[in-house]
């Protein structure tokens, strides 16, 4: 009989014990550590004390119909390039101009007279005779190889804004590379005879600007004797019909 009373006085004991940690836990939550690692470590133990809980932000990815527009984004395109005007559809390769190409004093020691203009092709340079053993020199651009002369000229005329007529030759030669040329072209910024012209003599060749300054300094004329724009102005300026025209 004592055996039976301690069994049921032990397994009450059990039971009320269960009940008791149930009823714990179910109004005390157990240990919960903060999201933040950072942060103490905060037991729920009832009052006023709270965790601390940081909340991320959950991004939704955008949903995207079946129909809905998508938008492409464009490569940037490169810059348009400026094509030679004797070489259509050719870059024209730009470089700033070397500082002896550009208009000074120098001593020059010459027999010739004052106002004479003598061009030396070899060094890509213009002189203008001054009194004193000076010149005004000037850079140039000079004939391409096959195209180089020399001789001694007066100038017969000059133009300002002059239009362009092509040789005959010249039109076939570029027709071959597959170049055409215009048969005649108005003066004016885009003309590759430039701001200014004056012929020599009965020849085909003139010293005369250009709308490709960064040529200055070599040889890619056809022949003729180029300046830059700001520079054929100023010896246009500086010499008349009858000048004489030196050329080496």
């Not at 991004?59 to 070489?87: E, H, Y």
């Not at 213009?126 to 007066?154: I, Q, S, T």
């Not at 004016?188 to 960064?214: C, D, F, K, V």
Request: hydrophobic share 35%; aromatic share 8%; glycine share 8%.
């Amino acid at each position: 009989m004592m055996k039976h009373l301690f069994l049921t006085a032990a397994f009450c004991g059990i039971f009320s014990t269960t009940a008791v940690a149930d009823d714990r836990y179910a109004t005390r939550p157990p240990v919960i550590l903060s999201p933040d690692l950072t942060a103490p470590w905060i037991k729920q133990l009832g009052g006023k004390v709270r965790p601390v809980v940081y909340q991320r932000p959950v991004v939704q990815p955008q949903q995207r119909g079946l129909f809905q527009r998508r938008i492409m984004r464009q490569a940037p395109q490169p810059a348009p390039q400026t094509v030679s005007a004797i070489n259509p559809g050719i870059p024209a390769i730009r470089h700033p101009i070397e500082p002896q190409y550009l208009p000074q004093m120098v001593d020059y020691d010459t027999t010739e007279k004052p106002g004479t203009i003598v061009i030396d092709t070899n060094n890509r340079f213009l002189y203008l005779v001054m009194d004193g053993g000076k010149a005004r020199r000037y850079g140039v651009g000079v004939g391409k190889p096959g195209f180089e002369w020399a001789g001694v000229h007066k100038i017969t005329r000059k133009t300002e804004w002059p239009d362009w007529t092509p040789p005959s030759e010249m039109i076939s030669r570029e027709a071959a590379k597959g170049h055409y040329l215009p048969a005649r072209m108005d003066g004016g910024p885009e003309n590759p005879l430039g701001a200014r012209a004056m012929y020599l003599g009965s020849t085909l060749y003139r010293i005369h600007g250009t709308n490709a300054p960064w040529s200055i300094g070599s040889a890619v004329s056809s022949g003729c004797i180029r300046l830059r724009n700001e520079d054929v102005v100023d010896l246009y300026d500086r010499v008349n019909v009858g000048t004489r025209v030196i050329v080496m």
